[in-house]
């Protein structure tokens, strides 16, 4: 090798390394940008919570067990009969629990949750023998599904329901305080009739509407309206509107 | 000297025998003649008295006969008929009873008894009508089977003879521009003595005087546009002799009319008096034409008097008073026509079919009967019947929610079965304003929120009066209930329910332009009455038109608080759906009173889609005008059925059931229905301010409404008086229905027709595919047309001087082939329009014609000239079916407006102020009668010689008579007593003469 041989082959290396150094730079400034620009959303997860506990019982929290009675509750003051929609949160293991408001000291039921990202739950409330429950109740889709699972649950007091999807009936005596679910709906819009016989021997009845365009899960709710009459309610699972 | 003497005494008594003898031969003469002339004088005083009593006899027999028909046949009516001949010549020529073997209170099974025919005079016999359709030939031989025979000299007798040489007139009389006198001939009855000789015979020809106009009644000021046509005083003389072809008429019946007030009682006691006065004798020309004695029976088809409603109806606050005057109303329909419930609606192509369970019939007569209450009674309460089964009727509280199903579901029967139609404004449509005062921050874990929530509601008066807001009862308010809840993740979400109730005041509502209070709802104008202090003029563009109202407390229009609710990273505050997703079918909105419920439209408040308040775009959303906006409007039935429409404004929540979410009730679904009227569409879909006309079909839709906004043009009539005609029934919403597209039945409105009194029932498939009747007289529909309620009830009462169920002056339609319809001519003379659609128009010559012209095809059922007529039998039963005529709703004859295209009201005004002044059946007849005595013939000779004629005239009233107390309003509606027949009728003669 010559000087001028080792000369060109050192201006080689030296325009070799700027050259690599710069594409280091652009590298180092271009990804974080465009990581910044195609940064997948922060993962979470759904949770709503429905108090479907007696009136008398008052408005409830749901708080994260253990937290100080001043932090404030994930939901809180919860009336009977709400069936609250959905909220974000972080998924994690989340330890809960159901007081009453303005008693986060004495808790009433605890649960433990965990949430994954883009998973939905439920945290349903109702009253048993043995007093209040808290159920964690999953209601994420199954994106495979091919048709609609409707579940019925019965939050009417006295109130013995039949359900029917035209002349077909799909729920027959549901009593206070069950639950059934209906699998294999077809995916559609679907209208229900609602039957019951009121105290006085009344007969009621409500319609409501299930659309299985839109998820392919749905809860009706048998419960009082907000003037004590026979008004179910549908949810969508899995479903932040 | 002796002898002498002896001579001369001799000669003297020869001479005083002679003369002795001639004396005793000049009375034996004398005695003989006048023997043999009294003899003859005897002969002739008995053969006349024979004849005299033969005609008695005749009299006797026509009274007694027609009598014993009436008495028996409560279902009949008069009409004359011209009886074409069996072999040359007219058979016969006059009045006929028709009748049937049962009234229609025996119809329950469907098909109304047979149909008979009597033509009232001697030597008649009752013939038996057969099914339509007849020919008018084979109808000619119906009825002429019901006489022994052609007519001629040798069998019968003209009872309109000549008096003398050239008389044109007759003892009865000639139509005015005859040619010549008409024979009115009656067949000899024979009478025969002990031993089976032929002594006597007899001869009557009876008629209805009700087929003339009576100058002792009738008035002198042409009818004009103010008569309501209910007494005969306002049938003007003057059509009868303008008809007459008297000149000047009118001056004529001037003096006519003032000189009859000279008389007693005002009113001639005779005839010929007409002349007494008149320029030119005019009597004897006009005698087959009018009369002096004339009335009919307000009795119905069943033959008990008919109810009237303005007795038994009134203006309470007492659910039980008020069930009282329904349970009349309804009871006497029952009775009446037991099958009229059958109209409610026709499931099928079958017209006559006997579909509508009990129940469901039940529903209708207590709609029916709640409409025509709330027609008559003064107040604008609604009469609201509860679905509980004993159809108590609800009033005397505060409503605090919509009518809604029973057990308080959103589906189901509805908890009340009837509301009436009052004279009240009527909720139309209906949107949300949501402003977002503030909101912020768009991401993070809460954010602040300020809001307010305005509505507007459009009210229609849709009746042609204006209505003031006193006449709304006391302390009449706007309620919007149960609004829908909002969703702020659990921080300070905004509840659904009774806390959010408004009840506003309409006393508070000023007008957002000037300021001034709302005092009156104008006639067929809509106004708007909203909660927005500032009014989006994209909204309601007209602001003297809108009325706010102060939500008060402001807390219950400005919601403030904390969200944590999110979409992706974005706060938002949304709107919480209850029974279906992304919307809400629950607001309620009324109107209502401290007394009850005014107008519910439950379910008005429809949201279509829900609302999230949000700054997802960055920018806060104050006062957006294209955003936050739902609403909706009233849609009726819709579908293919052919008199289905959409929009009619007169509909409200009656349905037998509702539906409010309805996903498969179509447009049948009970809330209004949301056209669309979302974010970008205000105002493309909404016309809150005008009236709703942008779904009504004229072409399917009777009685359809106008977007114009006048009285002329609201397309209600709510009287709250008393009625002035039975044709008023006309006016009264009708809860008649048709399926919707969701076929079913119990879904559908009942749009806002009204019954069809003074306009056609008949269906016809092009001018009338909602009828109801097949056009057949003896088909079970007939017996449920609306224009049967006409039979049923009355606004008339007997004056104090008559016996109770006659009126006085009737003119029978009937008659009109008689005089071609002088009576009634004359009762339409100088008529105007007052409708507001027709006003001014005069009832031309020409038009009153056509009706009289139908009315003759009508009696002679004439299916040719006619098709409408094709399947009728015998004369108009009842006044009502004078409805039946085809130019009440087809043509420009009438009136020079299309009245196919003409409101109820004005169609059915020219019945409305004539049914008044009309009848089928008078009670006053007069039998024209012969008599003849009779020797047998001499040496075989076939006909008898007559001895001595005799004729008389005899004019006599019907009087019905019950033992004990007379039927009467109000009554006792759990019995049937108060629809007892009469016991009997008595005889009262007005008139004997030759």
């Given at each position: 090798m010559t000087?001028l041989e080792?000369?060109?082959a050192m ?7 700027a050259?690599s ?13 465009c990581e ?8 979470i997860?759904?949770?709503?919570f429905?108090n ?7 408005p409830m929290d ?19 009969g709400?069936y609250n ?15 009453k ?6 808790p ?7 949430l994954l990202?883009?998973?939905y739950?439920?945290?349903?409330a109702y009253p048993?023998?043995?007093?209040p429950n808290?159920?964690v ?7 495979k ?8 649950r ?5 109130v013995?329901?039949?359900v029917?999807?035209g002349?077909?009936?799909i729920?027959?005596a549901l009593t206070?305080g069950?639950s ?17 016989m009121?105290p ?9 509407e299930a659309?299985f365009?839109?998820t ?6 048998i419960i009082?309206?907000a003037?004590?009459r ?12 | ?5 002896l001579s001369?005494?001799?000669g003297f008594?020869l ?5 002795t ?12 003649a006048?023997?043999?002339?009294d003899?003859t004088?005897?002969r ?7 004849a005299?009593l ?5 009299v006797n ?5 027609l ?6 046949y409560?279902?009949s009516?008069?009409?004359w008929?011209?009886?074409n001949p ?7 020529e006059?009045?006929v009873l ?9 119809t329950a099974g ?8 009597l033509?009232?005079i001697?030597g008649?016999?009752a ?12 109808r000619?031989?119906t009825l002429a089977a ?5 007519l001629d ?6 009872l ?6 050239k ?11 005859a040619?010549?006198r008409?024979?009115?001939?009656a ?7 002990a031993d089976?000789?032929v002594?006597?015979?007899y001869?009557?020809?009876m ?9 002792n009644?009738m ?8 008569t309501?046509?209910?007494d ?9 002799l303008?008809?007459?072809g ?7 019946a ?12 005002n009113r001639f006691f ?6 007494q006065?008149a320029?030119s004798?005019?009597a004897?020309?006009?005698?087959f034409?009018?009369t002096?004695?004339s009335g009919?029976l307000?009795l119905?088809r069943?033959g008990?008097?008919?109810i009237?409603?303005n007795?038994?109806?009134s ?10 005057q329904?349970?009349q109303i309804?009871n006497?329909i029952?009775y009446?026509s037991p099958n009229?419930?059958q ?14 369970p ?10 029916t ?5 709330d ?7 609604p ?10 009727v609800r009033i ?5 929610n919509?009518?809604?199903a ?11 079965i ?8 009527y ?5 949300l ?9 768009r991401?993070g874990?809460v954010?602040?929120y300020t ?6 509601v459009e ?6 009066n204006d209505i003031?807001?006193?006449?709304l009862?006391?302390n ?5 209930a149960d609004?829908p809840?909002?969703?702020a ?6 509840p659904e329910g009774?806390?959010r ?6 006393s ?16 067929g104008?809509?106004i708007?009455l909203?909660t ?5 003029p994209?909204?309601?563009p ?5 009325y706010?109202?102060?939500?008060q407390p402001?807390?219950l ?8 609710k ?5 706060l938002?505050l949304?709107?919480?759906?209850r029974?279906?997703?992304s919307?809400d079918?629950e607001?309620e909105?009324a109107?209502?009173?401290?007394l ?6 439950w ?10 308040v949000n700054?997802?775009n960055?920018?806060e959303?104050l ?5 936050h ?11 293919s ?9 007169r509909s409200?929540a009656e ?11 179509g447009t049948?679904?009970?809330?209004y ?5 979302g974010?970008n ?8 301010g005008a009236p709703?006309?942008?779904?009504v079909?004229?072409s ?11 009285a002329a043009?609201?397309?209600?009539v709510?009287a709250?008086?008393?009625?002035t005609?039975?044709?008023?029934l ?5 809860p ?5 597209d ?6 559908s ?7 069809r009194?003074g ?11 909602s009828?109801?009747?097949d056009?057949?007289s003896?088909s079970a529909?007939?017996e ?7 039979d049923?009830f009355?606004?008339?009462?007997s004056?104090?001087?008559?016996p109770?169920g006659?009126?006085e ?7 009109a082939a ?8 004359a ?5 105007v329009?007052?409708?507001a659609?027709?006003?001014g ?6 038009a ?41 709703n087809?043509?420009?004859?009438l009136?020079?407006a299309?009245?196919a ?6 169609r059915?005004?020219?019945?409305r ?7 089928t059946?008078?009670n ?5 009668a012969?008599?003849q005595?009779?020797?047998p ?5 076939a006909a008898?010689v007559?001895?001595?004629t005799?004729q008389?005239?005899?004019?006599f ?5 019950w033992n004990g107390?007379?039927p ?11 629809f007892?027949?009469?016991?009997r009728?008595?005889?009262?003669i007005?008139?004997?003469?030759e």
């Amino acid at each position: 090798m010559t000087v001028l041989e080792s000369l060109i082959a050192m201006k080689l290396r030296s325009f070799t390394l700027a050259s690599s150094l710069c594409l280091v730079a652009a590298i180092a400034i271009i990804v974080p940008i465009c990581e910044l620009a195609a940064a997948p959303p922060s993962p979470i997860g759904y949770i709503r919570f429905w108090n479907m506990l007696p009136a008398a019982d008052g408005p409830m929290d749901l708080r994260r067990a253990g937290a100080g009675p001043t932090d404030p509750p994930l939901i809180g003051k919860s009336p009977s009969g709400r069936y609250n929609s959905y909220l974000e949160f972080s998924p994690g293991i989340y330890h809960l629990a159901l007081s009453k408001s303005g008693e986060p000291e004495k808790p009433l039921k605890f649960v433990d949750l965990n949430l994954l990202a883009n998973s939905y739950f439920t945290l349903l409330a109702y009253p048993t023998p043995q007093g209040p429950n808290l159920e964690v109740i999953k209601d994420t889709n199954d994106p495979k599904a091919t048709s609609g699972t409707l579940t019925v649950r019965n939050f009417f007091p006295d109130v013995t329901a039949e359900v029917f999807n035209g002349a077909s009936k799909i729920v027959g005596a549901l009593t206070y305080g069950q639950s059934v679910v209906v699998p294999n709906l077809p995916l559609e819009r679907l209208p229900l009739t609602i039957h019951t016989m009121r105290p006085e021997n009344v007969p009621a009845e409500s319609g409501a509407e299930a659309d299985f365009k839109l998820t392919k899960r749905a809860t009706l709710l048998i419960i009082p309206d907000a003037y004590g009459r026979f008004r179910p309610r549908v949810a969508l699972d899995g479903k932040n509107l | 000297m002796r002898r002498l003497q002896l001579s001369h005494c001799g000669g003297f008594a020869l001479v005083i025998t002679l003369i002795t003898v001639a004396l005793l031969t000049i009375i034996a003469v004398a005695f003989l003649a006048s023997s043999s002339l009294d003899q003859t004088t005897a002969r002739a005083f008995a053969n006349k008295a024979k004849a005299q009593l033969a005609a008695r006899t005749a009299v006797n027999t026509a009274i007694a006969r027609l009598l014993d028909n009436v008495s028996n046949y409560s279902d009949s009516a008069t009409s004359w008929e011209k009886v074409n001949p069996r072999s040359g010549g007219v058979l016969y020529e006059g009045t006929v009873l028709y009748y049937r073997d049962e009234s229609p209170d025996a119809t329950a099974g469907g098909i109304p008894a047979p149909l008979h025919a009597l033509p009232l005079i001697s030597g008649a016999t009752a013939v038996s009508i057969p099914p339509p359709p007849q020919s008018a030939a084979s109808r000619a031989s119906t009825l002429a089977a019901a006489l022994p025979g052609p007519l001629d000299n040798t069998n019968s007798f003209d009872l309109n003879h000549p008096r003398y040489l050239k008389d044109t007139q007759g003892a009865i009389g000639a139509p005015a521009g005859a040619a010549s006198r008409p024979e009115f001939r009656a067949p000899w009855i024979s009478q025969t003595d002990a031993d089976g000789k032929v002594t006597s015979r007899y001869a009557y020809w009876m008629e209805d005087e009700s087929f003339k106009a009576n100058v002792n009644l009738m008035g002198v000021t042409p009818r004009g546009s103010d008569t309501v046509g209910d007494d005969p005083s306002e049938i003007p003389m003057q059509g009868l002799l303008k008809t007459l072809g008297i000149p000047n008429f009118d001056a004529v019946a001037t003096v006519i009319f003032n000189s009859r007030s000279n008389f007693p009682g005002n009113r001639f006691f005779e005839y010929r008096a007409v002349d007494q006065a008149a320029p030119s004798p005019i009597a004897d020309n006009a005698k087959f034409e009018s009369t002096i004695f004339s009335g009919g029976l307000n009795l119905s088809r069943t033959g008990s008097k008919r109810i009237n409603l303005n007795s038994t109806v009134s203006t309470s606050t007492d659910p039980g008073a008020i069930r009282l005057q329904l349970d009349q109303i309804i009871n006497t329909i029952k009775y009446q026509s037991p099958n009229f419930g059958q109209r409610f609606y026709r499931p099928g192509s079958d017209k006559n079919s006997l579909d509508v369970p009990a129940s469901d019939q039940a529903i209708y007569l207590n709609k029916t009967a709640a409409n025509i209450r709330d027609y008559i009674d003064t107040d604008s309460q609604p009469t609201v019947i509860d679905n509980d089964g004993n159809f108590t009727v609800r009033i005397g509280s505060r409503p605090t929610n919509c009518f809604t199903a029973s057990g308080g579901g959103t589906s189901g029967p509805n908890e009340v079965i009837a509301i009436g139609k009052e004279r009240i404004p009527y909720i139309q449509e209906y949107a949300l304003r949501v402003r977002e005062i503030s909101f912020g921050p768009r991401t993070g874990p809460v954010a602040n929120y300020t809001i307010s929530i305005d509505h507007y509601v459009e009210i229609w008066n849709v009746t042609n009066n204006d209505i003031a807001v006193s006449d709304l009862g006391p302390n009449p308010f706007l309620l919007i209930a149960d609004q829908p809840g909002w969703d702020a993740g659990g921080l300070d979400d905004i509840p659904e329910g009774p806390p959010r109730d408004l009840h506003l005041a309409l006393s508070n509502a000023v007008n957002s332009a000037t300021g001034s209070p709302l005092v009156i709802f104008p006639a067929g104008s809509c106004i708007v009455l909203t909660t927005d202090p500032d009014v989006l003029p994209a909204l309601a563009p007209d602001k003297s038109k809108v009325y706010y109202i102060q939500i008060q407390p402001e807390n219950l229009r400005t919601y403030s608080g904390k969200t944590q609710k999110k979409s992706g990273s974005n706060l938002r505050l949304n709107m919480r759906d209850r029974t279906t997703n992304s919307s809400d079918y629950e607001t309620e909105i009324a109107l209502a009173n401290d007394l009850g419920m005014l107008e519910s439209a439950w379910g008005a408040g429809a949201i279509g889609t829900a609302i999230s308040v949000n700054i997802d775009n960055g920018n806060e959303r104050l006062d957006q005008t294209k955003y936050h906006f739902r609403g909706a409007s009233l849609r009726g039935n819709s579908g293919s059925s052919v008199d289905a429409t959409t929009g009619d404004p007169r509909s409200n929540a009656e349905q037998l059931q509702f539906d409010l979410n309805g996903a498969s009730a179509g447009t049948d679904k009970t809330r209004y229905y949301a056209s669309g009227l979302g974010d970008n569409d205000i105002p493309g879909s909404s016309s809150l301010g005008a009236p709703n006309s942008n779904y009504v079909d004229p072409s399917k839709w009777p009685d359809y409404s106008s977007s114009n906004e006048a009285a002329a043009d609201a397309p209600a009539v709510i009287a709250n008086a008393k009625l002035t005609s039975i044709g008023q029934l006309g006016d009264i919403f009708d809860p008649v229905r048709v399926e919707g597209d969701s076929s079913n039945i119990r879904l559908s409105r009942s749009g806002g027709r009204t019954f069809r009194i003074g306009q056609p029932n008949f269906f016809n498939p092009s001018n009338n595919p909602s009828g109801l009747w097949d056009g057949d007289s003896n088909s079970a529909s007939r017996e449920w047309t609306a224009w049967r309620l006409a039979d049923m009830f009355t606004t008339q009462t007997s004056p104090a001087f008559l016996p109770p169920g006659e009126l006085e002056g009737l003119v029978n339609i009937n008659g009109a082939a008689r005089d071609d319809g002088v009576a009634l001519k004359a009762a339409l003379f100088g008529y105007v329009f007052q409708d507001a659609q027709l006003a001014g128009a005069p009832l031309s010559d020409v038009a009153v014609q056509k009706l009289v012209d139908e009315v003759k095809a009508r009696v002679m059922n004439d299916g040719t000239t006619y098709p409408d007529f094709a399947y009728t039998s015998g004369p108009i039963a009842e006044r009502g079916a004078l409805s039946e005529m085809p130019v009440f709703n087809a043509g420009t004859n009438l009136s020079g407006a299309d009245m196919a295209t003409t409101y109820d009201r004005g169609r059915e005004e020219l019945f409305r102020r004539l049914v008044g002044l009309i009848t089928t059946r008078g009670n006053i007849f007069t039998v024209y009668a012969a008599g003849q005595s009779l020797v047998p013939p001499p040496g075989g000779s076939a006909a008898p010689v007559v001895t001595a004629t005799s004729q008389t005239k005899v004019t006599f009233r019907m009087d019905p008579k019950w033992n004990g107390a007379v039927p009467s309003d109000p009554f006792d509606p759990t019995s049937n007593d108060r629809f007892r027949k009469p016991d009997r009728y008595e005889i009262k003669i007005l008139y004997v003469g030759e």
